[in-house]
Protein backbone atom coordinates (compact mmCIF):
# COMPACT_ATOMS: atom_id res chain seq x y z
CA UNK A 1 0.00 0.00 0.00
CA UNK A 2 1.58 3.12 -0.91
CA UNK A 3 1.85 5.79 2.12
CA UNK A 4 3.00 9.23 2.24
CA UNK A 5 3.23 10.54 5.81
CA UNK A 6 4.38 14.54 6.20
CA UNK A 7 5.70 15.63 9.24
CA UNK A 8 7.52 18.81 10.66
CA UNK A 9 4.84 21.30 10.97
CA UNK A 10 4.14 23.66 13.77
CA UNK A 11 4.12 27.32 14.81
CA UNK A 12 7.05 29.75 14.00
CA UNK A 13 7.90 33.16 13.57
CA UNK A 14 7.75 35.22 10.59
CA UNK A 15 11.48 35.14 9.39
CA UNK A 16 12.22 31.84 11.05
CA UNK A 17 12.62 28.19 9.63
CA UNK A 18 11.21 24.97 9.45
CA UNK A 19 12.09 21.66 7.58
CA UNK A 20 8.92 19.70 6.43
CA UNK A 21 9.40 15.54 5.89
CA UNK A 22 7.74 13.48 3.78
CA UNK A 23 8.04 9.51 4.49
CA UNK A 24 6.83 7.22 1.72
CA UNK A 25 6.76 3.51 1.82
CA UNK A 26 4.79 0.57 -0.56
CA UNK A 27 6.44 1.72 -3.44
CA UNK A 28 9.56 2.30 -5.18
CA UNK A 29 10.71 5.85 -4.60
CA UNK A 30 13.60 6.50 -6.22
CA UNK A 31 11.24 5.67 -9.65
CA UNK A 32 8.71 8.84 -9.06
CA UNK A 33 9.30 12.68 -9.26
CA UNK A 34 7.39 14.63 -6.06
CA UNK A 35 5.86 17.57 -5.62
CA UNK A 36 4.84 20.09 -2.20
CA UNK A 37 1.19 21.46 -2.77
CA UNK A 38 -0.28 23.80 0.01
CA UNK A 39 -3.28 25.16 0.69
CA UNK A 40 -3.88 28.51 3.05
CA UNK A 41 -6.68 27.89 5.61
CA UNK A 42 -10.12 28.57 3.45
CA UNK A 43 -8.34 28.58 0.25
CA UNK A 44 -7.64 26.61 -3.26
CA UNK A 45 -4.68 24.38 -3.41
CA UNK A 46 -1.50 25.84 -4.38
CA UNK A 47 1.50 24.21 -6.03
CA UNK A 48 4.89 24.93 -4.33
CA UNK A 49 7.44 22.54 -5.42
CA UNK A 50 8.62 19.69 -7.60
CA UNK A 51 11.79 17.55 -7.38
CA UNK A 52 12.45 14.79 -10.37
CA UNK A 53 13.51 10.81 -9.31
CA UNK A 54 17.05 11.53 -9.20
CA UNK A 55 16.91 15.64 -8.09
CA UNK A 56 17.88 16.68 -11.52
CA UNK A 57 15.33 18.81 -11.68
CA UNK A 58 13.93 20.98 -9.50
CA UNK A 59 11.13 23.99 -10.20
CA UNK A 60 9.47 26.07 -7.48
CA UNK A 61 6.33 28.36 -7.43
CA UNK A 62 7.82 32.31 -7.49
CA UNK A 63 6.14 33.15 -4.22
CA UNK A 64 8.62 30.54 -2.18
CA UNK A 65 11.66 30.76 -4.92
CA UNK A 66 14.72 31.74 -3.14
CA UNK A 67 13.59 31.01 0.51
CA UNK A 68 12.51 27.02 -0.05
CA UNK A 69 14.34 24.20 -0.96
CA UNK A 70 13.19 21.06 -2.09
CA UNK A 71 15.46 17.56 -1.87
CA UNK A 72 15.46 13.84 -1.51
CA UNK A 73 16.64 10.99 -0.18
CA UNK A 74 16.27 7.73 -2.17
CA UNK A 75 18.16 5.91 0.16
CA UNK A 76 15.92 6.82 2.92
CA UNK A 77 12.49 7.07 1.24
CA UNK A 78 11.96 10.58 2.09
CA UNK A 79 11.48 14.24 0.48
CA UNK A 80 12.24 17.10 2.59
CA UNK A 81 10.98 20.68 2.10
CA UNK A 82 13.46 23.26 3.86
CA UNK A 83 11.44 26.43 4.28
CA UNK A 84 13.48 29.93 5.53
CA UNK A 85 12.37 33.48 5.63
CA UNK A 86 8.89 32.08 6.77
CA UNK A 87 6.09 34.73 6.06
CA UNK A 88 2.26 34.92 7.28
CA UNK A 89 0.86 33.79 4.15
CA UNK A 90 3.16 30.29 4.25
CA UNK A 91 0.56 29.77 7.03
CA UNK A 92 -0.89 26.52 5.42
CA UNK A 93 -1.14 23.11 4.93
CA UNK A 94 1.62 21.25 3.25
CA UNK A 95 1.21 18.11 1.50
CA UNK A 96 3.93 16.05 -0.25
CA UNK A 97 2.22 13.74 -3.47
CA UNK A 98 3.52 11.29 -5.90
CA UNK A 99 3.76 12.37 -9.98
CA UNK A 100 2.46 8.86 -11.39
CA UNK A 101 -0.50 10.15 -14.06
CA UNK A 102 -1.17 13.20 -12.15
CA UNK A 103 -0.41 13.11 -8.89
CA UNK A 104 -2.09 9.98 -7.92
CA UNK A 105 -1.27 9.59 -4.03
CA UNK A 106 -0.54 12.46 -1.28
CA UNK A 107 -0.03 12.59 2.42
CA UNK A 108 -2.30 13.91 5.07
CA UNK A 109 -0.67 16.72 4.99
CA UNK A 110 1.01 19.01 7.86
CA UNK A 111 0.39 22.17 8.99
CA UNK A 112 2.26 25.26 9.17
CA UNK A 113 1.65 28.34 11.10
CA UNK A 114 3.60 31.49 11.38
CA UNK A 115 2.67 33.74 13.42
CA UNK A 116 4.41 36.05 16.61
CA UNK B 1 2.44 31.50 -16.41
CA UNK B 2 -0.07 29.48 -17.07
CA UNK B 3 -3.45 30.69 -15.48
CA UNK B 4 -6.27 28.28 -14.82
CA UNK B 5 -9.65 29.47 -14.69
CA UNK B 6 -12.49 27.33 -13.48
CA UNK B 7 -16.04 27.78 -13.80
CA UNK B 8 -18.69 28.13 -11.94
CA UNK B 9 -16.44 28.46 -8.35
CA UNK B 10 -19.74 27.15 -7.09
CA UNK B 11 -22.87 25.06 -7.89
CA UNK B 12 -25.99 23.67 -6.60
CA UNK B 13 -27.90 20.44 -7.41
CA UNK B 14 -29.04 17.35 -6.34
CA UNK B 15 -28.34 14.08 -6.33
CA UNK B 16 -29.15 12.30 -9.18
CA UNK B 17 -27.99 15.70 -11.54
CA UNK B 18 -25.31 15.85 -14.51
CA UNK B 19 -23.01 18.29 -13.98
CA UNK B 20 -20.07 19.37 -15.59
CA UNK B 21 -17.40 21.88 -14.16
CA UNK B 22 -15.10 23.42 -17.09
CA UNK B 23 -11.07 24.67 -17.05
CA UNK B 24 -9.80 26.72 -18.83
CA UNK B 25 -5.84 27.03 -19.71
CA UNK B 26 -4.40 30.56 -20.42
CA UNK B 27 -2.22 28.88 -23.67
CA UNK B 28 -2.25 25.82 -25.01
CA UNK B 29 -1.56 23.02 -22.84
CA UNK B 30 -2.35 19.80 -25.43
CA UNK B 31 -3.78 16.83 -22.85
CA UNK B 32 -1.94 17.83 -19.91
CA UNK B 33 -4.55 18.58 -17.46
CA UNK B 34 -5.95 16.91 -14.06
CA UNK B 35 -8.87 16.76 -11.99
CA UNK B 36 -8.80 16.45 -8.18
CA UNK B 37 -11.81 15.84 -5.71
CA UNK B 38 -11.17 17.12 -2.08
CA UNK B 39 -13.48 16.96 0.98
CA UNK B 40 -12.47 19.09 3.76
CA UNK B 41 -10.52 18.28 6.08
CA UNK B 42 -9.14 15.57 3.76
CA UNK B 43 -6.34 15.45 0.78
CA UNK B 44 -7.19 16.01 -2.39
CA UNK B 45 -7.78 12.92 -4.03
CA UNK B 46 -7.32 12.39 -8.42
CA UNK B 47 -10.24 11.65 -10.44
CA UNK B 48 -8.80 12.45 -14.19
CA UNK B 49 -5.30 12.43 -15.44
CA UNK B 50 -4.49 13.48 -19.04
CA UNK B 51 -7.61 15.15 -19.95
CA UNK B 52 -9.47 12.14 -20.17
CA UNK B 53 -8.49 8.85 -18.55
CA UNK B 54 -10.15 7.86 -15.46
CA UNK B 55 -8.08 7.01 -12.11
CA UNK B 56 -8.11 3.50 -11.32
CA UNK B 57 -10.99 2.95 -8.70
CA UNK B 58 -12.91 6.09 -9.52
CA UNK B 59 -16.66 4.99 -10.53
CA UNK B 60 -16.96 5.79 -14.16
CA UNK B 61 -19.75 8.47 -13.29
CA UNK B 62 -16.92 10.72 -13.49
CA UNK B 63 -15.00 11.83 -17.05
CA UNK B 64 -13.05 14.29 -18.55
CA UNK B 65 -12.77 15.85 -22.09
CA UNK B 66 -10.89 18.98 -23.71
CA UNK B 67 -7.24 19.66 -25.05
CA UNK B 68 -5.24 22.75 -25.35
CA UNK B 69 -7.22 25.82 -23.74
CA UNK B 70 -10.87 24.26 -22.76
CA UNK B 71 -11.58 20.84 -20.83
CA UNK B 72 -14.47 19.65 -18.77
CA UNK B 73 -15.38 17.47 -16.02
CA UNK B 74 -18.46 15.73 -15.86
CA UNK B 75 -20.38 13.48 -13.19
CA UNK B 76 -23.37 11.74 -15.50
CA UNK B 77 -24.90 11.34 -11.73
CA UNK B 78 -24.14 13.19 -8.87
CA UNK B 79 -24.41 10.44 -5.48
CA UNK B 80 -24.65 12.33 -1.99
CA UNK B 81 -20.71 11.34 -1.91
CA UNK B 82 -19.47 13.55 -4.57
CA UNK B 83 -20.24 16.96 -3.01
CA UNK B 84 -16.93 18.06 -2.87
CA UNK B 85 -14.81 20.99 -4.49
CA UNK B 86 -12.95 19.82 -7.13
CA UNK B 87 -10.16 21.45 -8.79
CA UNK B 88 -8.06 21.28 -12.42
CA UNK B 89 -4.44 21.29 -12.71
CA UNK B 90 -2.10 21.54 -15.98
CA UNK B 91 0.89 19.32 -15.58
CA UNK B 92 2.18 20.87 -18.84
CA UNK B 93 4.89 23.21 -17.76
CA UNK B 94 5.96 24.57 -14.22
CA UNK B 95 4.59 26.17 -12.40
CA UNK B 96 1.95 23.40 -12.06
CA UNK B 97 -0.89 25.67 -11.31
CA UNK B 98 -4.46 24.88 -9.91
CA UNK B 99 -8.07 26.36 -10.86
CA UNK B 100 -9.01 28.17 -7.90
CA UNK B 101 -11.72 25.44 -7.23
CA UNK B 102 -15.46 24.74 -7.50
CA UNK B 103 -17.43 24.33 -4.68
CA UNK B 104 -20.26 21.56 -5.30
CA UNK B 105 -22.91 21.72 -2.91
CA UNK B 106 -26.69 20.77 -2.89
Known amino acids: EVQLVESGGGLVQPGGSLRLSCAAS????????MNWVRQAPGKGLEWVSY????????YYADSVKGRFTISRDNAKNSLYLQMNSLRDEDTAVYYC?????????WGQGTLVTVSS | DIQMTQSPSSLSASVGDRVTITCRASQNIPNYLNWYQQKPGRAPKLLIYGASSLQSGVPSRFSGSGSETDFTLTISSLQPEDFATYYC?????????FGQGTKLDI
Open chain 1, 51 to 58: ISSSSSTI
Open chain 1, 97 to 105: ARNGLGSDY
Open chain 1, 26 to 33: GFTFSSYS
Open chain 2, 89 to 97: QQSYSSPYT
